[in-house]
């Protein structure tokens, strides 16, 4: 990759064994992000769960992401690096504030519904380990789509690459790609299985971002 991060910014950590206890988050999490805070030292990437070589970290929350995993992809800049503030530090309830003022429903880099957008995927992506379980569509959720003839996407990764494309061009149509990721998984496995209840408290985390950020602005 070209943009190497520099050895000053980044931090070095020995490999280690990743730790299997649970992430979860209480539901509230993405109204206090201060509240959180870090096992120190901490080597893993807080999108990905991994180890990483190169970290960035988050001088606000002290989060650390590999560059690629973080939304948007980090650009390393000098200037910054000692500002540097990730995606879930940004007073997105302010930025929402501007959502209903523009009438071209645009979801281009830089736009606020990029920004509310990449914030809800990294809270996804952040707050809950379960979401390792929806980045990629399960053998199970594959067959039963070709099955139905599904053409949606069915995982995280596939909407996180389009987004990053430029693909997405309403901020509809990705939201209702996500909600389906897991209410699709819901129709797959019975109520009682663990992908189930995963897919069901998933899917009210985000509707609950989605009424904070999103639908106020339609009122
Ligand atoms: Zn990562
Ligand atoms: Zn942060």
């Known amino acids: 990759m ?23 988050s209480s539901s509230d999490a993405f109204i206090s992000d201060t509240e959180y805070t870090f096992d120190s030292p901490n080597a893993v990437c807080s999108c990905c769960y991994e180890w990483g070589e190169y970290l960035y970290k988050c001088s606000r929350c002290h989060r650390k992401y590999h560059e690629d995993c973080h939304i948007p992809i980090i650009i390393p800049s000098n200037e910054e690096e000692k500002e540097w503030q990730c995606t879930l530090c940004k007073d ?10 523009y009438d071209l429903d645009d979801i281009s880099d830089k736009t606020v519904r990029r920004k509310i957008i990449d914030r809800i995927l990294m809270e996804l992506l952040c ?21 139905k003839k599904n053409t949606k996407p069915t995982d995280i990764n596939t909407i996180i690459s389009s987004l990053r494309k430029n ?8 939201v209702e790609d ?10 797959c496995y019975d109520v009682n299985d663990p992908y189930h209840k995963s897919a ?15 639908m106020h602005t339609f009122e």
């Open 200 to 214: 069901n408290k998933l899917l009210e985390f985000f509707n609950r971002m989605y009424d904070k950020w999103i």
């Open 2 to 24: 070209n943009n190497e991060p520099s050895t000053k910014k980044a931090l070095k950590y020995k490999k280690r064994k990743l730790s299997t206890s649970s992430n979860d």
């Open 127 to 147: 707050r809950f380990k379960d979401i390792d379980h929806f980045r990629d569509s399960s053998p199970r959720t594959i067959y039963m789509n070709n099955l």
């Open 92 to 101: 997105i309830t302010a930025i929402s504030k501007d959502l209903g003022k």
């Open 178 to 187: 996500i909600k389906h990721v897991f209410i699709n998984t819901m129709s």
């Open 167 to 174: 693909e997405y061009l309403s901020l509809n149509t990705i």
